[in-house]
């Protein structure tokens, strides 16, 4: 494209946005709008990025320090082994909970009796509060009460108690995720698979398509758009994942969210490298959303 | 009027009354001649009645209002320094916490009782509250009731396995639990709380005090002493209660509320706790063991520089530097400490009372068992460091002395850890 046709093109854009006077009355009403997302979401990121970089304290903005926080923050162990945790917690249970929600989407999609009841039920573990669930959970895990403690260790699957020991803890939370948000993602691959006309199947099936070539030929790629979908907002949810490991380890399971809570609000000297992680969540799960929307090709309006 | 003119006016009157109830709540703070209190929950209801008491005698000059906070200690400081960030808040008087004093006054928060309280009172208190209530020589609130670390047994498993008198030294402990819970068949010889938390820095402190190690310098606080034989030896003797196979794994996770039902359904021998667990034995929420089956005991002492102590906990009055009633605060603070109110809240909360006076006192000594059996290690109570920075400081250990109790990491190591993670923290601090 010449210079010349470019600025023709950019000063007809602007021309067409507000120039029309319809158009330019949809810019104000969406305006006030706007202003109110800027400075409620958007101004405290900013400044949480501005905090970041100086030597903060819960109580004054402190000296300029540049990207010293970061730096500190990569070389604290807490950071990295919360960090540890929540990718492997975020990989592995997004992972079985997509498996697992799309086998239940698929069996409930046809229509049977009492499927309205079952699908109302699959529901039930996700209405739970995140703590409530993860101190009933803990309670089961527990050494003296806990009955999944009691049945692993008679059947010599293992030889200790599961709180006690971090991998253990990090299995029970994964678990537990599962447990939780299955139906969820169940309930989002349900609604994609009903927008699948049946046509296509029937037309399949004339052709001679078996199962399996009609599930990866037909329901995947159909679906892909409601699995981009679902699986962005489960890994980023995943991602920052605070209640169940602060309840369900008693602070001694560490994510990177929990990093954050115990820099921000318990420690008085942490603050700096808190916030730090704070901001470095932010900018890692934007670009998570990014990857899903730019690479994968998650659709993101009517017009895509 | 059409649709449009409708709404348009609806949105403004919307508009209008949204901003007048915005204005309306922005004020608040306490009527004039209402003194707040703050504390904790008061399950006995003992302090609503003092409060009654006081309301009573000062009719016409200013009333007390008791303002619950959350019983988790961090939350409830967490809630305070957030209003005194803000400039100060409406609380004149808080029954705060031991481990508060130097972190509230190193920031100017609370109010200096040095005058009040000169030498001649300080006697009259227990000296472990009035050490914690101490920083930077000077005396910053009034003691108000106390917790010391004990060691419970139960006296019928140690008397069915021959044995009549509790263990002096930790080795005499490990020994007796491991036979005692053999000879009767009982599932833990030890339990106390080893969970990555506050209790769990308090179980640690005591192991090294007893081994005669410390975590700061008494003389200076911001010397840190942990990295020494003693503190080490002290570590070792915890690790080694569950490496020995004394105490299960499982206290890695136990805070209180895990200790009670292991000791108090019968399923230990040897049990550390505060004091509240012996009102506990034989009630309706643990009827198997009955109050005549436990005793109490000083903690046990270790080697190389056997020292009796135990950790300290328990409750001061402090009041808020900017709080426009400091005159009042002090009638007030001065009515809940006399020795008739205090004697009111030990006997009907059993609560530890911090005059000494009262421990002669047979009717306290009556209504509390543990004053009758535990006052020796009341007497030799320790604070946990006193520092402004306590609250990180308590971060690191909770989390290294978990560690050692779960045998990750090993007493050296983690002694090492503390000496310059707790040294970082003084330096950034000053």
């Given at each position: 494209?010449?210079?010349a ?15 029309d ?6 810019y ?11 400075l409620?979401a ?49 990989v ?6 997509f498996?697992?929600?799309l ?21 039930v ?92 030929r ?8 409601t699995?981009l ?53 932010f ?22 | 009027m059409?649709?449009r ?5 609806s ?21 004039s ?7 904790g ?20 000059e ?26 100060g ?50 005396i ?5 009731y ?31 639990a491991?036979?005692v ?18 209790g ?6 005591e ?5 005669g ?25 915890e690790q ?7 105490a299960?794994?499982a ?7 895990e200790?009670?039902p292991?000791?108090?359904?019968g ?5 550390r706790?505060?004091p ?36 300290l ?7 808020n ?7 009042e ?15 009111y809240r ?24 543990v ?34 109790v ?12 503390l ?12």
């Amino acid at each position: 494209m010449t210079t010349a046709s470019r600025e023709k093109k950019r000063r007809s854009w602007f021309k067409e946005e507000f120039g029309d006077p319809e158009r330019r009355a949809a810019y104000y009403m969406v305006l006030p709008a706007l202003i109110i997302i800027l400075l409620v979401a958007f101004w405290p990121v900013v400044y949480s990025i501005w905090l970041s970089l100086h030597q903060a304290t819960i109580t004054a903005l402190g000296p300029f320090v540049g990207f010293e926080n970061y730096v500190e923050m990569f070389q604290n162990p807490d950071f990295l082994l919360g960090f540890r945790n929540t990718v492997i917690f975020t990989v592995v249970s997004v992972a079985i909970e997509f498996v697992i929600g799309l086998a239940i989407a698929l069996a409930i999609n046809r229509a049977f009796r009492g499927r309205g009841l079952v699908r109302a039920a699959v529901l039930v573990p996700w209405a739970f509060p995140t703590v409530i669930s993860a101190a009933m959970w803990r309670l089961m895990f527990q050494d003296q009460v806990g009955v999944i403690n009691y049945v692993a260790n008679a059947l010599g699957i293992i030889s200790q108690p599961i709180l006690s020991d971090e991998t253990l803890l990090l299995i029970g939370a994964i678990l537990v995720d599962v447990w939780k948000t299955t139906p969820f993602m169940a309930l989002l691959l349900l609604a994609g698979l009903q927008v699948i006309p049946g046509e296509v199947y029937e037309a399949a099936r004339v052709d001679g398509a078996n199962v399996m070539q009609r599930f990866f030929r037909i329901t995947l790629p159909l679906l892909k758009g409601t699995i981009l979908v679902a699986v962005l907002f489960r890994t980023l949810d995943a991602y920052r994942v605070y209640d169940l490991f602060w309840v369900l380890g008693n602070r001694e399971l560490d994510s990177l969210s929990t990093f954050v809570y115990e820099g921000v609000r318990i420690s008085q000297l942490n603050f700096a490298p808190g916030n730090a992680a704070a901001v470095f969540i932010f900018l890692t799960a934007f670009l998570i959303a990014l990857f899903f929307i730019k690479v994968l090709g998650m659709q993101t309006s009517a017009e895509d | 009027m059409n649709r449009r003119d409708f709404l348009k006016m609806s949105g403004a009157g919307l508009a209008g009354a949204t901003l007048l109830g915005a204005a309306g709540c922005g004020g608040g703070g306490s009527a004039s001649g209402e003194l707040i209190l703050s504390m904790g929950p008061d399950d006995t209801g003992t302090l609503p009645d003092l409060i009654d008491r006081f309301n009573k005698q000062h009719q016409g000059e200013f009333q007390v209002k008791y303002r619950e906070m959350p019983s988790d200690t961090g939350q409830y400081f967490d809630q305070l320094r957030t209003e005194f960030q803000a400039g100060g808040g409406e609380i004149d008087v808080i029954g705060g916490d031991v481990i508060w004093p130097a972190q509230f006054a190193a920031q100017g928060w609370i109010v200096d009782f040095s005058d009040r309280m000169p030498e001649s009172e300080q006697k009259k208190y227990l000296p472990g509250p009035i050490e914690s209530l101490t920083y930077d020589g000077k005396i910053w609130g009034v003691p108000w009731y106390t917790d010391a670390g004990m060691l419970y047994y139960r006296r019928d498993l140690l008397e069915e396995s021959g044995i009549s008198a509790p263990p002096k030294t930790w080795p005499e402990l490990q020994e007796m639990a491991l036979q005692v819970s053999q000879d009767t068949g009982t599932k833990y010889g030890f339990v106390f709380q080893g969970s990555d938390y506050e209790g769990g820095v308090c179980n640690g402190c005591e192991y090294i005090f007893t081994h005669g190690g410390n975590v700061l310098d008494p003389a200076d606080p911001n010397k840190v002493v942990i990295d020494s034989p003693e503190a080490i030896a002290g570590l070792t003797t915890e690790q080694s209660m569950t490496k020995d196979k004394v105490a299960p794994l499982a206290v890695s996770t136990y805070t209180e509320e895990e200790t009670d039902p292991a000791f108090l359904n019968g399923d230990a021998v040897f049990a550390r706790n505060w004091p509240y667990m012996y009102a506990l034995a034989g009630t309706s929420d643990f009827p198997k063991v009955k109050p005549e089956q436990i005793a109490v005991a000083p903690l046990p002492v270790g080697e190389p520089d056997p020292t009796i102590a135990s950790t300290l906990g328990g409750w001061n009055f402090l009041v808020n530097a900017a709080s426009d009633m400091q005159e009042e605060a002090w009638e007030f603070i001065k009515f809940m400490t006399a020795p008739e109110q205090m004697k009111y809240r030990a006997v009907n909360a059993t609560l530890l009372p911090t005059l000494k006076s009262l421990y002669d006192d047979p009717e306290v000594v009556e209504a509390i068992p543990v004053i009758k059996l535990g006052k020796e290690a009341i007497q030799h109570t320790r604070p946990r460091p006193v520092s402004p920075y306590y609250g990180d400081m308590s971060l690191e250990m909770a989390e290294q002395f978990a560690s050692v109790v779960k045998g990750d990491t090993s007493p050296e190591q983690a002694a090492k850890t503390l000496q310059s993670s707790l040294e970082n923290i003084i330096e950034q601090a000053s």
